[in-house]
Structure formats: C-alpha cells, structure tokens
C-alpha cells in the first residue's frame, strides 16, 4: 500500500522558562493511503504537537515529514500554503470556527481563502453547492445560516469536519474530534469519520481514550516522545 | 479572496464596539482639524487680503522720513505701460492730534494721497463710510463742504465699536475738528526751522472714517490730501518729495511678474537721475510686492498659522497612536481567528488585508462622519456664536477689541480633502504594525494562546 505520509525523527522541544521540555524525541511514523489511523497517549506526551507538525501549522526542530514523497521543508511558504489549504484538512480539539461567520461560510472559509476574487465569484456557485451537501451529509443542512455560538458542541465540530474536507483534501488530521464531546454524540462523529474512510479518506485521528483508538484500524501509541505501531 | 477580506472585515466593524469607538476617535480629531484649519486659514488670507487692500500690488516706498523726489514723468511712465492699471503716491508722515481747546493729544500717522487715485489702485474707497461711492470727494466733510476735511481711521476715535463687532454710523457724519501737528523735515532730514513757509499745524474736519479691518492702521491713521501732507511733512520745498508710489496691475498679469518688470523700470530710471540732485535719496527705496511690503506683519499670523498646524499634527499622531492602541486591542483579541485563517492556508500578506481593510472602514467611515460634521460646524459656525452671544454672552472673540467681523467659515474642498486622506492615512499607519505582526505569527503559538 502507498504511504500518504510519512514523518521521520521527529524531533519537537518547547522552552518553559530556563528549562526545555523535549515533546518528541525522534518520532517516525508512516501513514498508508486510505486508512484509519489513530494516534494515542497520555495527556501532554506530544500528540497534538505530532499532528500539528504533519500538517504543517508547525515545524519540528530536527527530522523531515513527507508528503506522497515531497519533502515539507522544500516547500516555499505559498507552497505550504497550499498545502494547508488542499492536501490536508485539519480538524481541531477546540472547533475553531469564527464567530463572525455563519456555518455556510465557515465552511467555506478554505474556498475562500484559495482563489482570487474573480476566481471566488466564477467558481461561486459551484462551491457554495458542495458546501451545502457536504453539510447536509454532515446532518446541518438546517442550520446554514447559523452562527457558531448558536450551535451545540458536536454540531460545531460537525462544521469543523466539514471545513476540513471542503477542498478534499487526501489526508484528513483530527486532533480529540469527540474530546470534547459526550459519548454519544462522540461516537456520532466516530460514525461519520468512519463512513468517510469507507468512501476513501486517508484519515489520521488523535485520541487519548483507548475505546475510540480500537475503531482504528492501525493504532500508535506515543511514549517518552516515541512512537510506536501496537 | 477580495470579497470575502471585506466581508469579514465589515464583520468585525460591526461587532466590535472599539470599532465604533476607534471611528469616532477619528471623527473627532477630523473635525477639530478641519474646523480649527479652516478658521484659521481664514483669518490668516482674511488679514492678508486687507493689508492687499491697504497698499494695492506693487509698492515703491521709501523707508525715510523724509522720500524721495518726485518725479511727474516717471510716474507717466508707469501708467503708460499696459499691465499697470493705476498708479497714486502718496506722501507718509507722523504727527500729533488734538482738538481745539483739549488739554490732551494722540501720536498719529498720516497718509496724505489723492483720493481718487488712491482709491482706483488700493482699497481706499472702500474703507470709507459715506464716500464709498464718490473717493475724490472723500476729504470733503458733507457737514461743512467749504472747510477743509480728512478721513479718520476708525477707530482713531475711541468706543465706537459695538459688541457685535460693527460700527454705529449715523445719517451723517458727525462734526469733529482735529488739529493735526507735525514735524517737517528738510530734504536732509534736519528739522525746518520755524519762519520759514513751512507748516506745521493744521485743522480738519472729520470727513469720513476708514475702516480698513487692520487694527493697527485703524487706530493710529489719518488720511489728508496729497498736498497738505507734503506741507505737514516738508516733502514741498525745495523739491516735490513723496514716501511711495502704489501700483495695481492689470488683472492678465501675475505679481511677480509685475513687480519684476516695475523693479527693471525703476532700474533704468534711476541711471538716468544719478547726477540729479538728491539722488541720494533713492537709496533708501525699494520696490516691493504688497508681502514683501507687509512681510513683517504678514509673518506674525502666518508664525501663528504654521503653530497651529504643527499642533494639530500632533492631535493628528494623537490618532494614530489611539487607532493604534483599539487595532493592538482588537488584533489580540482576534489571534484565534488568525490561527484559524492561517491553519486553512491563507496567506499571511491576505490577513493582513482583512485588517487593514478593517482599519480602512473605520478611517472612512470616521473621516467621513468627521469632514460632515466640520462642514455643517462651519456653515452654522456664525449663528451658533451669535446665539452664543445672545443666551450666554459668549464671544470667541472680544468684537470690542479684535477687528474680526464674522468667523471666516469658507470651505476649501482641497483642504477637507487632505484632511480626510489623512484621517484615513492615519488609521493604515495604526493598523499596519499589529496587522503585520498578527500575521507573522506562528500557527500553533496563536492557537495554543487562545485555547488558554
Ligand atoms: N507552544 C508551546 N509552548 C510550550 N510548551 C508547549 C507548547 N505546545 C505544547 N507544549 C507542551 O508540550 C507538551 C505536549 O503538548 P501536546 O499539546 O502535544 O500534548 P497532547 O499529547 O496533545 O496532550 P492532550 O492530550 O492533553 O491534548 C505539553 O507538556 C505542553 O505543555
Ligand atoms: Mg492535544
């Protein structure tokens, strides 16, 4: 099977005051085409700064991520640009929608941010339809028009997804998508996530709870700033 | 990309109230400005334009007491030339007034011209109160036409100003006899002996007042006929003498021009007087535009004017500095959403444009509602003080003791302009720094921060 993703010693320490904290110690991990990864560990052992690193909204201080074989610290900072905005969808613990939008535009926001304007106003309809049955299949086709504070917390992350694969992007990252969620409507998200990997989607998910680990199919487990495949 | 930066940055106007806030900050500062400048660039071509009015274009004077030789056929000689209009000399002196029997007397100045010629190159008639229309009879008092007359500057004679800063002026003029006294001087400038036909005292009629608008010459002016200030001055014997030549020019020509061409006149003319006697007298003459005549009166308001400007500059950064403060305010505020921007691959340089585009609304919605607001001020700025004046006897200024008639309130499109371009200028220049540095951040940092 091809792999997607690939990252190699990775290498991530942060300063807290006069000491440094190593979070990554020489991670290396690969990431086949079309599965249902999970990445797992304990509170604070580094997995949101593991995803953060592959999809490029963060840099490691030592070793190289690979995507479909293109070494990430070639890219120019347009070309990482574009990487963020169309060959990764990032899913966040914490939504992170703007509350100044509504959920269409939320959703919308990385077709926005990828065209000119003539090439927002040819391409308008167009996108504003996907963006519509991609909510609707999302179960918020009721609720374009609202804005982010008026929605429940999985209705918020269902948007949060639904921005992610606005611009389909082949490999989809989800920091804790249920973290913040009670069970069943975290196991409602699992659904989804799930039935999109049945359709394809290369998808790598950050979890701390072993329950939500087991519906992956490859698990691996971060310790001591490692990784390891179970 | 573009509609979408200035949706959200409408967005983000509307729902911040430091928005509004940082608007009106620039709403305010762009009135006072406004306001303040226009004003004052009222008063300042408003005293500019009387001391015009005072002396007309062109000015050859003498800085002696005692002038210059006249000479008929050069003052032909200017008003043979086709950009001069009119040409007057007048003859300058000093003196003292009292009125018979008074125990008491003022130092005056004295300007001795003829009336009409005055009046066709300088503002003369117009000053007037009751020859407005008729300057030659202008030394002729209506009360007493047989008696010899002069014009009073207006304010020579104290208390007449009202508190609106108008005159009283009955029917007819008042009758009131002067006596004026003064100094004649020979050629060399001693003083002429007694005994001879040289006279130094005079009386007049009050014929007229003049109100020129400049406080200095209103008080301390009195206007005779050419002829009785050369005998009052000692410029009639042994030769004609006069203390300046007043010059307009045609209204196709430009004063520098102008004023160029009267210099190469006056050049050539002195060539061929310089074996004549008293030619040494020319020395102490130039030929000047009416600035250059006034410059030292000019530069006072114009000291003032430049003050005043480099003030509001300062009200000016004032802006930028609070447009700064909300925009560094706001931009914290909205780290997150920047994080998120960044996260779907916007560019760094675009979300910098949704703040500057942010900051450009708030500049013009402020400058706009500023300029507006100067504007009505302005045109309501006269009625407002009267109104003032009326319910809480309030003057800006004291009409008893300035010479300044109505508030200037005329608006100069070129003004509001720049004042506006600037008010917004100044809302870019607060918003660049935390735009630029929100958009230098690091991904990750301005999630992590905001998750806190
Ligand atoms: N920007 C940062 N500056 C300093 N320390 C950081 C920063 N980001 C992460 N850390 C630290 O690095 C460690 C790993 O953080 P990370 O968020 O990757 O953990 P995690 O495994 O995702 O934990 P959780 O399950 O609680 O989300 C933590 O101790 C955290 O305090
Ligand atoms: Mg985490």
Redesign the pocket.
Known sequence: MDTIIRAENIHKS???GRER?S?LRGASLGIATGSFTAIV??????????LHILGALDRPDEGRVEFEGQDLRRFSGRRLNQYRNRSVGFVF?FYHLLNELNVLENTLLPAMAAVGSAGWIRSRTSRQEAACVLLERLGLGGRLRHRPYELSGGERQRVAIARALMNRPALLLAD?PTGNLDSKTGFGILEVLKELNRGGQTIVM?T?DDRIAGLAEVVWR?TDGKIETE | MMMFSWKLAIRYFLHRPASWLAAAAVALCTFIVIVVLTVMNGLAADFKQKNHAFVGDCVIASDSLVGFVYDRSFVETLESQPYIEAVSESVAGVGLITQPGANWNIGVQFLGIDSARHSAVTGFADSLYYHRDNPEQAFVPDYAPEQEGCVAGIDLIGGRRTADGGYAHPDRPVPIRLILSSFPLTARGALARGGTDLVSSKTYYVADDSHTGLPQIDGAMVYLPLRDGRLLTGMDSPVERISSIHIRFGPSVSLRQGVERVRGLWAVYLQSQSDRSYSDLFESVRVQSWQENRRSRIAAIEKEQKMLILLFLMLGIITVFIVFVIFYMLVGHKSKDIGILMSVGMGRHKIAGVFLKFASLIGFLGAAAGTLAGCVFLVYINPIEDWLFARFDFQLWDRSVYAIGEIPNQLHPDLLLAVAVSAVAACLAGAMIPAMQAARKET??VL?VSQV
């Open positions: 942060y300063r807290m904290l979070v560990g304990a509170s604070g052992s580094g997995k949101s700064t593991l613990q804790e950050v701390h971060l | 990750v940092q992590q």
